[in-house]
């Protein structure tokens, strides 16, 4: 009997969805000037400040580097109008702008009321200090519409969580056609937007161009974060520089579909504005009701792209991902166990005897958790059928999961399972029974993906059923691990359940109950840990990463392609929870053949885990990913948690690529370093590293491959730095690498 999802989980969506907790218990660092109507928020390096003009709109007046506390900031004041076509209401950049007097620039709010008005202008009402922010609340000039802005700041890293609560206290129904989660704004200037962009297998590509007059939309329609954009930015003044110069940066938390337009104005003032995609978009808020938007963080850098990817990686760590029991009460969350997966090695022909067999290899590479994948349930033997009916196989495990389990306890390895909790197969036992559980418009065509159509997990009875069988399987078996998969995105979004009018919730309440599930799994079931995978980086953002220990990032393995995808996401997303697995040579998406350690110092520079077929290894193979196993294992809390430089793009067609990590001590470095292929006779060029205590002396040790014979062993770290690292003269040819470790004496 699968049981009903606890009450907790019918909760409004600020529970889930509220700015990040933050470390500091030191007072809180908002200035509040009531009398003034002057708001003021400084963390790390950064202030940023806002106020309300003498027409009641409340307007950003300053975000930068960090003011001293006594510096006075000019107030709050509309911009004069430069002409009729431009009026101050387009032109100053409000905080939270409703679509209304003659607004032309993107809305952060846009509603039509019961009566047909369509003019919705908020003043401010009111503010409320909060340990690290302040809640600030406009409401509409004449209707009972109402926005409680929150926003909190980072003590130590200066990142913002901006939110928002919109509540109708009108007597009727509105229907709220676009709902941002926050507004940001920059003076004029001249800048350069950074954005992610990709598609199945080649995620993460870092794309730069000069920001232009006019919006650039970034955004999914999908339903889901999606591999096509991903919810960052990062707009830098002047010219793309890794190491100097002001950068602003933000990421989106939500994981349906979701808009982020970048605009530069006709004052060449830029704005940023990001929350639900309000393309197909309409949430009727009755009378009382409120709706929560996502969080939307926004930070500051005066040290390029690299200080902005580690402040980001920082709060990260820090503030936005999960602590499981295990690691509750540490400043970070643990490293992620390196761990073998078995799909390569058997796809869907899992067995208890092959699975045990497969654990045997792994463990003696000294691996730390063994993932079974799909094919262990219901009637899978393909991807035509099954999915959706989560029992497991009788034929495949006999006596059920415990022996394998048992078995790979006994080996030193917890377990791990895959899952695809959202999806079913027309060939299965539930999508027999309950066909309309899917997203769907009655009386039309199904549309297939992967031979599976999405179940409505907006649906109450829906929700119930995931979360009931997982919690089953939790409670039944001693499972420390689910890489939890979403193979396919949205089609038919019907949810016929609701009046016509209403069926548009289906965008905001799909993905509510997506983290509500998540969240009362992790109550429950303190232990388990749970990747968000989504056919590679499909459902990456900072949303689902408040709820997931881990992501895959691709479903493309390739070592070489890798260092591109592995370059994007780190501008995001912090290496700790980067997934990096070594997989067969040559490679099933390229055929590209790499040597196994050039394979391994790839997957190393995140995440390490395996994924190759083990069984075919040879006796070298073993030994060699043995050693760099236990290698990686006594510096991984560096590479994973320290700040990483990118000291060599492998973007544009670069022969070479280099990365350097170091620990916030300052006492370890990790720096990896690899040739596409060189040509002409040139050599590798010498690193300069970053980062070290030029003062302290480090002793150099190969992890893999060899330093310039004529290298100290031991050097301070201006050395380090100013000299820089010198490889061997024979790093050349193709697909070579090479990794070292600095550790302070």
Known sequence: MMKTLPAVLLISAASFLAPATLLSAQPSPARCNVSTKDFRL???????????????????????????????????????????????????PQEYAGWGEGLF??????????????DLVLHYDSSTEKPNGLDVVLKDITKQIYVTLHYSIDPQTGILARSATIENRESDPVTIEQAAAAA????????????LTGRWAGEYNLTQEPLQ????????????????????FAIQSGSPDENSGEVWFGALGWSGSWRIVVEQDQLDAVRITGGF????????????EKLETPTFYGGYSAHGLGGASRLLHSFENHNILPRTAKTAGQPTPKPRPVIYNSWEATEFRVTEGGQIALAEKAAALGIDRFVMDDGWFGQRKTDNAGLGDWYVNKEKFPNGLKPLIDKVHSLGMDFGLWVEPEMVNPDSDLYRAHPDWVLNFPGRPRTEARQQLVLNLARTDVRDY?????DKLLNENDIAFLKWDYNRNWSEPGWDQLPPAEQKKVYVAFTQNLYGILAELRKRHPNVEIESCSGGGG?????????????????????????????GFSYAYTPQVMMAWVTDSPHWLNKRTTSLSYRMLSSMQGSLGIGADISKWTADDGALAKRLIKAYHEVQPTIVQGDLYRLISPRNGSEFSATQTVNHEKSQSVVFAFVHSTQEGRGFPVLKLKGLDPAAQYTLTAIEGKANPREPTTATGAY????????????RGDFQASAFRLDRK
Not at 543 to 556: A, F, K, M, Q
Not at 720 to 731: A, K, Y
């Open 539 to 567: 459902r990456v953002d900072l949303g689902i990463l408040r709820y997931t220990d881990e992501v895959w990032p691709s479903d493309n393995t390739d070592p070489f392609d890798r260092l591109t995808i592995q370059d």
């Open 466 to 470: 995931v979360y009931g069988f997982l």
């Open 277 to 288: 995609n309000p393309f197909d978009f309409g949430y009727v808020l009755k009378p009382g």
């Open 720 to 731: 380090w730095m100013n000299h820089g690292l010198e490889l061997d003269d024979n790093f």
């Open 213 to 232: 007059h006019g919006a650039r939309v970034i955004e999914s329609r999908r339903g889901s974060t999606g591999h096509q954009a991903n919810p960052w």
């Open 105 to 118: 620039v993107e809305p952060a709010l846009k509603i039509t009321f019961a009566d047909g008005n369509r």
């Open 42 to 92: 400084s963390g790390g390096n950064v202030t940023y400040a806002f106020g309300v003009n003498a027409c009641g709109e409340l307007q950003q007046v300053y975000w930068g580097g960090r003011l001293a506390d006594n510096d006075k900031l000019p107030p709050a004041r509309r911009n004069r109008e430069m002409a009729s076509f431009d009026t101050p209401y387009t032109t100053t």
């Open 184 to 195: 940001w704004a920059l003076p004029h200037g001249n800048y350069t937007l950074n954005y």
